[in-house]
Structure formats: C-alpha cells, structure tokens
C-alpha cells in the first residue's frame, strides 16, 4: 500500500495536462485488463492517453482496497451487454444514492443528493460494504479528445464508470456530458476551474463547488453527492467546507 500516494499524486499532475484520464491507480488496472480483453476498445484509449494507464501504476495489492465510492454499478467479474439507449439493470443496485438521472430531464431541480453520515469528515477511498471491487473513476478538465473512445471501451465491456467534471468543461463540452449521461454513466464534481482547495476560503470553495454544479446541471447531469478534490489537495477544513455543501468527497 506504501506506493499508492505517489502513484495517484503523480497521476492526478498528468491529469491536468492531460485530456481525460483515469485517475486512480485501480482504475489502470482494471482498464489494462479490459484493454486486453477488448480489442475494439484498446487501440483508441491508449492513443491518446497512453501516460494515464501506465503499466508502472498497476500494483495487484493495491486494487481491490482501494476502490472509490463510485463503483457500485461497476461489477468487472460479471460483465453485462453493452448499454442500450435504456439504463442498464444495475442502476437499481445503487445503495443510497439516487440513480444516474435520464439523459432528458428538463425540470424543477431535485433536492441534493444525500451521503451517508458515516462519511462526514472523509475523503473515501473504499466502497463501504461493497467488499473486493474496483471502481474506474476519470476527470475530465481538459479537451474532449479521448472521451469517445473510452466510452465506447466501457460500453463494449458493458462497465459503468464515474465522470468527475469541471463545471468548464462541462459548458465547453455539453454533448460530452450528453454522452456520458447517455452512457448510464455517474457524474461528479471536480469544481469549477480545478484550484487547489487548501488555498481557498470556505467562501470561494462554495463558489468553486456551487459554479461546477449549476455547469454541469446546464448540461444536463447532476453531479451531487461525488466531489474529487482538484490534485488530490485537502485537509480536515476542505474536507468539512466541501460536506457543508452536502458532497462527499471521493478520493
Ligand atoms: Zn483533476
């Protein structure tokens, strides 16, 4: 477990020159092994994003305890079809939280999604209660340029994932939202223009958190409770300004 800090720090700094990359350490392992497993998809997601599943970050070790909070859909050991234009059955296996909402949803805004008490204070790096699973979690802050072919990597393997948006780049990009949303994936929020928060007042984090959502709700997501902390920086007053706000965040 020693090597993990460094290997996600490192991988969070690739993530802002970098388009749309998996993020965690779990999540390159399990993408290699889909990767290998579906030719289709292999070639274009390692085109552009080559740096971001780096075989150095797969350590065996690390993966199945260090799944996040978003990979209660994902079930890599019983694949399921590829999504249709309908959400796919295991929506309805989402423990306390709302399913992804309809790609067309156009209305009064929901009330905010809630999170478990129990999570007050914590920057999750494990699936309470979900036992050995992998999430695969991306963030997107940069261009759009890899989203179509990891999309269609994890709809052939028929894997949900969790999409963590700048609210820039969700108004930059709002048929990338559409597709993801499309695709039965979660969304998530990574702030507004991904500062790093230990820097910031409560005051500004609100403007950070609440800019993202009102972004990405615009495009037609909603991001609430998943909030990932730009570059992985927080401490215990991040922590508790950003559950204020009634995220979670998700390391
Ligand atoms: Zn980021």
């Known amino acids: 477990m020693a090597p993990r800090p460094s290997v996600v720090q490192r991988k969070r700094r690739r993530l802002a020159a970098v ?19 579906a030719p289709q998809g292999g070639a274009p997601l390692t085109g552009p994003t080559p740096s971001g599943t780096s075989p150095s970050a797969t350590s065996p070790s690390a993966a199945s305890p260090s799944a996040t909070l978003s990979g209660e859909p994902t079930s890599p050991s019983s694949p399921s079809p590829p999504p ?37 204070g914590t920057d999750v790096e494990v699936v309470p209660g979900a036992g050995p699973s992998v999430a695969l ?18 709809a052939g393997a028929g894997i949900r994932g969790t999409f963590f948006l700048t609210g820039s780049w969700a108004t930059a990009n709002p048929t990338g939202v559409a597709a993801i949303v499309a695709g039965g994936h ?37 991001p609430r409770p998943l909030f990932r902390f730009p570059f992985g920086a927080r401490d215990a007053r991040t922590v508790a300004a950003v559950n204020n706000l009634g995220y979670v965040p998700v390391r």
């Open 84 to 120: 249709s234009e309908s959400q796919p059955p295991e929506a309805s296996e989402n423990p306390g939280e709302a399913p992804s909402p309809p790609p067309v949803a156009p209305g009064p805004t929901p009330p905010p999604a809630t999170f478990p008490a129990g999570l007050v």
């Open 19 to 37: 388009v749309l990359a998996v993020t965690a350490a779990v999540a390159a392992v399990v993408l290699a092994v889909f990767l290998a497993g």
């Open 186 to 222: 979660r969304v998530g929020n990574h702030s507004q223009t991904h500062p790093s928060f230990t820097g910031l007042s409560d005051s500004a984090i609100g403007d950070q958190l609440l800019g993202a959502e009102q972004a990405i709700q615009a495009a037609g997501a909603d």
């Open 137 to 154: 979690t991306f963030d997107a802050g940069g261009n759009s340029a890899g989203l179509p072919a990891i999309l269609d990597t994890l």
